[in-house]
C-alpha cells in the first residue's frame, strides 16, 4: 500500500515537474542593456498603426544605440546611455491588440518575469489607463508617447509621464481654426462669415479616447459659441456606418468632426462619399486620420479633409532634423514620419534622455530624473517647444510644452496627395482648401 | 443532504477520469508554488474564469441545448455592481458579489421569460441582441462611467485586502478563483443529478415528448438560465476587482460571449468535464502562440492563423468537441 502511495506521489510530482517546466522564463541575458517593455496594437484593427509605432521606436532606439553620422541630435552621436557606460537600449515587443485586460496582463509579464526597467506605450488611452494602473501598482516607470485621453494626466500617478499633448489642446486648436476662418486669419482664404461654420456635428469611437472627445467637442463648442447639432459614438470595428452617417447628415452641419481609429475612418469617409455627405469643413482627430492606409485606401477623395496631428513630413521644411530622421524612416518603411511614428521615436527619445539623466535603472532615480528633466525643442522631430513634465497640480506627469498642428489633404504638383499646414497660422505651408470640394 | 450527496457523486466516471481529475486538481492546487512566470499566472486565472464561464454556460447551452450568445451581459453586471459599489460606496467584493448575483439573475427572469418563447436560431440571435442593447446603455450611462468605464486604483488600498478583493501579488487573486472553481464543478454535479438536470436533457432531446412527460419546459429553461446566469455573474465580479478597470466594450462585448460559448463547444458541450477542457486547450494556445509566434518572433498575426485553424479542424472532425473526441475512442476499445 505504501509503496503504491509513494508512486503515486512520484508520478504526480513528475507531471507537475514536467507542466512547470514550460512555465519557467529563460534567465535573463547578463550583457549590459537596459530593457524597457513597449506594447503597442501590433494585431487588431488599429494594426496599422501598430506597424508605423514600431517602426518609429526602433529608429530612435538604432538612433541611440549607434554613432550616426548627419543627424544632429545629441542621442546620434553617442552610442549607448553614456551615463550607464553605453548601455544599449532594448524595446521587448507586445501586442495588446486594442484590449485594456490584454495590456494589463502584458504590463505584469514584462515587469515581473522579464524585469523591464520601464514601459513604453500603449496608443490606445483605454490600454495606456490599464496598463500604467498596473506600473503604478508595482512602482515601474513608465513613458506614453500617443495616447492623448486627458484623463490618463488627471489621476496624479507618480510613476507615468505622457510627452504628447492632449485632446483638449488639440480640440482648442480646431476651433481656434474655426474662429481663424472667420476672422480672415487662414492663409488663402477670405470672406468667411461664422454663421457659415455655425453647425457642428461629431461622431466619435465609442472608448475612452473617442468618448472624451465628444465631451470636450461638446464643452468647448460652447466655450467657442458653435452649435453642436449632433453628436453621436459609434463603435469602431462597426462593418456598416451608413445610419450613423445618415443621423449625421440630418442635421445638416457645416462642419463635420471625427474620432476615429483607422479601419472606421476609411469606413466613414467611404460612407459619407456613398450618401454624398457636403459639408464645409471635415475634420478628423488624428489617429485614423492621417494613417498611410486612409490615404492609400481613399486616394482623391480626401482632398480637402483636415486632421489634428502632431508630425506632418512638412515640418521638415522648418526643422532640419525631422528631416533627416524621415529620410532614415521613409528608407527602412518606405512611409514619411507620420504622428504615430514621429511620437513613438520620441517616447524612445524621452527614454534616453530619462536613463542618461538617471545614471542608473534604479526606479526611484528614473522617477526624479522624468519629474526634472528637460529636452529642448530644437533635438526633437516633432514641433514642440521641447519636453517638460508637469510634476504637481492636476496634470502630473504631462508634458508642458508640446502643441498640435491641423494639416488639410492637397494635391501636390506631382499629383501625390500629402498634409499640408494650415495651423497654426504662423506655420502655414499652403493656401486652405475651402470649402470643402465634395467627391 | 440529497443535494450535498448528488454534489459530490461522481460514480458514474472512469477510475481512469477520476485518476486524470485528481491529478490535475493537485497540479491546480499547487501550481503557484511551482517556478512560474507571471505570463503562466495571468494565463492560469484566464483558464479558471474560462472554466466557470464555460460551466455556466454548460447548463443551459450544453444540457439544455439552448445556444445562448449573450452570456457577456451578465459578466458586465457582475462586474459593474462591483465596481461601481466598491468606487462609489467601498462596499465590500463579499457583498457587492451577491448583490450582483442578485441583480443578474432579476435580469434573466426578466429577458429569459419572454426569449425562452423562442427556439433554435432565433434564440441564438435574441440573446445577442439584448445583449448588445444592454451593452448599448452601459455606454450612455454616465453613472457606471459610460463608455470610459470604471477604474479601481489598486494604490488606494493595502496589498492585501481580503475584503475589498484587491491584491498585489496574484497568488491570491489564484486560490480565490480556485475555491471558486472547485465549488462550482459541485454545483454542476449536483445539477447533473438534480430534477431540473433531467429535465433539461430531456428538453434537450425532444420538447414535445418532455412537455407530454408533464415537464414544464417554460419554466426549467428560466431557471437553469437564471443559475447559468449567476456563475457568470461572479466571474464578473470577480473580473472587476482582478484587472480593475472595466468599460462595455471590455466586458459586454460580443467577442467575449462568443468565446465562453465557443470553450464550452470546443471541450464538449453537454458534459462536466467539456468546458474545463475547452478552456484547458483554448486559453493557454491562445496566450502562447501569441508569445512565442507573435509580436516577438517579428511574425504578427500567424498566431491568430493557427489558432482558428485549430479551431476549425476540431470542429470539423468531431463537432461535440474534445470530450466528444474522448468518448469515441472509448466506444471503440470496448
Known sequence: MMKRFSMGLAWCAALMLIAGGWLVPSPAAAVKEVKIGVIYPLTGGAAAAGRELRAGAELAAQIANEVMDGIDMDMAKKAGIQSLGGAKIKLIFKDHEGNPTLGADLAKKLILDDKVDGILGCYHSSVTKTVSAVCEQYGVPMINGSST???????????????????????????????????????????????????LAAAC????????????????????????????????????????????????????????????????????????????????????????????????????????????????????VAGQVNQLYKAKTGHDLGGASARAFTGVQTWVYALEKAGSVDHAAIQKACNTIEIPGEQ?????????FASTGDETGQNVLGSGLIGQYQKGKDGKIGLEIVYPFDLATADMIYPFPGW | MEVVRNAFDFSDFPKTDLLVVGCGLLFLLFFPLLPHSTFAMATMIQFLMFSLYGMGWNTIGGYG??????????????????????????????????????????????????????????????????????????E????????????????????????????ENDNYYYYILLAFFLLGILIINWFRHSRLG????????NE????SLGIDVHKSKVKTYALATAFVSVVGSFHACYIKNIEPEDTMS????????????????????????????????????????????????????LYALIIMVVSAVEPRGVWGLIEKIRARRT
Open chain 2, 254 to 305: 460580443l467577442d467575449l460571449s462568443i468565446l465562453i460559448a465557443l470553450m464550452a463547444m470546443l471541450g464538449g458541450a453537454g458534459s462536466l468535464w467539456g468546458p474545463i477542457i475547452g478552456a484547458g486547450i483554448l486559453i493557454p494556445l491562445k496566450s502562447y502562440l501569441k508569445e512565442w509566434l507573435g509580436a516577438s518572433a517579428g511574425l504578427v498575426g500567424i498566431d491568430l492563423i
Open chain 1, 380 to 388: 526633437l522631430v516633432v514641433p514642440w517647444a521641447g519636453i517638460k
Open chain 2, 208 to 211: 414535445l415528448i418532455a412537455q
Open chain 1, 205 to 320: 469611437e465609442r472608448t475612452e479616447w473617442g468618448a472624451h472627445v465628444a465631451d470636450l467637442i461638446k464643452t468647448l463648442a460652447e466655450q467657442y459659441g458653435y452649435d453642436l447639432k449632433k453628436s453621436i459614438l459609434y463603435a469602431a470595428k462597426s462593418a456598416d456606418l451608413s445610419s450613423e452617417v445618415r443621423s449625421l447628415k440630418a442635421a445638416r452641419p457645416d462642419v463635420m468632426l471625427f474620432a476615429s481609429y483607422t479601419s472606421d475612418a476609411i469606413l466613414m469617409v467611404k460612407t459619407l462619399k456613398a450618401q454624398k455627405a457636403k459639408p464645409k469643413l471635415i475634420w478628423g482627430q488624428d489617429a485614423g486620420f492621417e494613417k498611410p492606409e486612409f490615404r492609400q485606401t481613399l486616394g482623391d477623395n480626401i482632398v480637402g479633409i483636415l486632421t489634428r496631428t502632431v508630425f506632418l513630413p512638412k515640418v521638415a521644411d522648418i526643422k532640419p
Open chain 2, 140 to 167: 450612455v450611462w454616465d453613472f457606471v462611467g459610460a463608455a470610459r468605464g470604471l477604474e479601481i486604483l489598486a494604490t488606494k488600498y493595502d496589498a492585501v485586502d481580503f475584503t475589498h478583493l484587491i491584491f
Open chain 1, 149 to 199: 485621453s486627458p484623463a490618463l494626466t488627471k489621476r496624479g500617478f507618480k510613476w507615468f509621464w505622457r510627452t504628447t499633448p492632449h485632446d483638449k489642446w488639440f480640440t482648442k486648436d480646431l476651433f481656434e481654426l474655426l474662429d481663424g476662418l472667420a476672422a480672415g486669419k487662414v492663409r488663402g482664404v477670405s470672406g468667411v462669415k461664422k454663421d457659415d461654420l455655425q453647425r
Open chain 2, 65 to 138: 441545448g439552448q445556444v445562448d450568445l449573450g452570456k457577456a451581459q451578465y459578466v458586465g453586471i457582475g462586474a459593474y455592481t462591483t465596481a461601481v459599489m466598491l468606487i462609489r460606496w467601498d462596499v465590500p467584493f463579499w457583498v457587492s458579489m451577491p448583490a450582483g448575483v442578485m441583480f443578474s439573475v432579476t435580469w434573466s427572469f426578466i429577458i429569459g421569460y419572454p426569449l425562452f418563447r423562442l427556439t433554435g436560431h432565433y434564440f441564438a440571435i435574441a440573446t445577442i441582441a439584448t445583449s448588445l442593447v444592454l451593452k448599448d446603455v452601459f
Open chain 2, 198 to 205: 433531467y429535465q433539461l436533457r430531456c428538453i434537450k432531446d
